[in-house]
């Protein structure tokens, strides 16, 4: 079988005839140079096939490779089938038939195969041929440290664990305010985020022990994001436990200087619609870098368990130059935080955090209820945390962006003992 044959032979004559238009036509010497690369492509398809074919014992391709290329081979023959009035008379067939011919050297993703062999030696693969993109690195490293064993685990937990954490609770107790400024501690411009432990839960217990285990456990893994990636989360650097104030404090270092933060609910709420300055442009970059966030950890194996808006936090940056070149504008960019409840899809959900329940009777609904899957809000027999109900937490967040208003108002008519409204 002579695959794509017919077809590299008929658009060959193609070729020859558009050259012979190119004398006194712009258009055919622009398509007769483009479709003579898409066939030098699909030629280069034909020999490995062929090659291939003839280095079996019995001189053929498998079965479902013969059958597909055949109907490939008589498709495209059909593509390129020569009725030279009609293309004589159209030249919007050629263009339309330089265009699917280009389409199926993208699909065989071979289109620089079909350049000379010392051409595409010159041209590199990457910068550095052996490191993935900072995404799929980040993703992997996530992947892997979830999967690995629990010594392993705790080796690089400890490694990210300050020790002398005397400086800096000075510090974090001088300033008061770590929620909307960045703490300068020595070089590095620092921002926290936390995990604030139950006042059920006491030092020295088996239950503070299991705790301490997983956020230690999640410092390190978030430890492993890249800033490169473009991914809205931040890296963890380091982490302590703050034994006044009951949390866990895990240190960022931004990727540029921040001059303060604040959170998505603050940011509404200063600015809420219809008067917002903020632009529609800007309200989709929040939305879409969080949701790309939430699946970045999601294809990590990771759940939130907290996407409200107080977990979205923006970090407010001077740009060098305005949009036009001109004077410093002030930017701002959103990140996905609120590590109360990040943690490995295996991992234990607290009840506290996660229903209606116990201690938090006092907590108003629309601050942590509304963004729940009705599943969740049960009393009883509460299902374990799967990525559905981030989703619904995080289409509750895409809402109120959408609307641009404190969801206080959206749910004011929502009663927290009437699940029907």
């Known amino acids: 079988m002579d695959v794509f044959g017919t077809t590299i032979t008929a658009g060959t004559l193609i070729v020859q005839y558009l050259g012979a238009r ?28 062929d090659k291939r074919r003839l280095s079996n014992a019995n001189h053929s391709l498998p079965p479902d490779d013969a059958a597909l290329l055949e109907q490939t081979s008589e498709y495209l023959d059909l593509l390129v089938t020569i009725n030279r009035s009609v293309w004589i008379a159209k030249r919007s067939d050629q263009r339309d038939m330089e265009k699917e011919a280009r389409e199926w050297t993208e699909r065989f993703d071979v289109r620089v195969s079909g350049l000379p062999q010392e051409l595409r030696i010159a041209i590199p693969e990457s910068l550095d041929e052996t490191s993935p993109p900072p995404v799929l690195k980040s993703s992997t490293r996530l992947r892997d440290f979830i999967s690995s064993k629990s010594q392993a685990k705790k080796e690089q937990a400890q490694a990210m664990l300050l020790r002398d954490t005397d400086a800096l609770i000075r510090e974090i107790e001088t300033m008061d305010d770590i ?21 059920n839960i006491l030092q020295e217990t088996s239950e503070f022990d299991k705790l301490v285990q997983e956020m230690v456990e999640l410092a390190a ?29 895990f240190a960022h270092v931004p990727p540029y200087d921040v001059l303060s933060m604040m959170t998505l609910e603050q940011m509404i709420g200063y600015d809420p619609f219809p008067n917002t300055e903020v632009t529609l442009n800007r309200k989709f970059k929040i939305a879409y870098k969080l949701a790309e966030a939430v699946f970045f950890l999601h294809t990590a194996g990771f759940l939130h368990k907290n996407i409200i808006s107080s977990s979205v ?10 949009s036009e070149g001109g004077s410093p504008m002030l930017l701002d960019e959103s990140y996905l935080m609120g590590f109360d409840l990040i943690r ?13 329940a116990i201690e938090y009777t006092t907590r108003n609904m629309r601050d942590f209820d509304i963004y729940q899957h009705p ?13 559905t109900y981030d989703v619904c937490s995080l289409r509750v967040i895409l809402l109120t962006i959408g609307f641009w208003v404190p969801l206080s108002r959206v749910a004011s008519h929502i009663s927290v003992n009437d699940r029907s409204s």
């Open 375 to 387: 599943d969740r809000l049960q009393e009883s027999d509460i299902p374990r945390y799967i990525k």
């Open 179 to 199: 929620s909307s400024l960045p703490l300068q501690y020595g070089e590095e411009k620092l921002i926290f985020s936390s995990r604030t432990v139950s006042s």
């Open 313 to 322: 936090v923006i970090l407010h940056r001077i740009s060098s130059q305005g």
């Open 22 to 49: 190119s004398g006194f036509s712009q258009e055919a010497k622009s398509l007769k140079a483009r479709l003579a690369w898409d066939l030098r492509v699909l030629s280069i398809v034909r020999d490995y096939f």
């Open 221 to 249: 893994a978030m430890g492993y994001l890249d800033h490169a990636t473009g991914i809205r989360l931040l890296k963890v650097n380091w982490y302590l436990y703050f034994p006044a104030r009951k949390q866990f404090l």
């Open 344 to 356: 490995s899809a295996e991992a234990t959900t607290y009840k506290e955090g996660t229903s209606r």
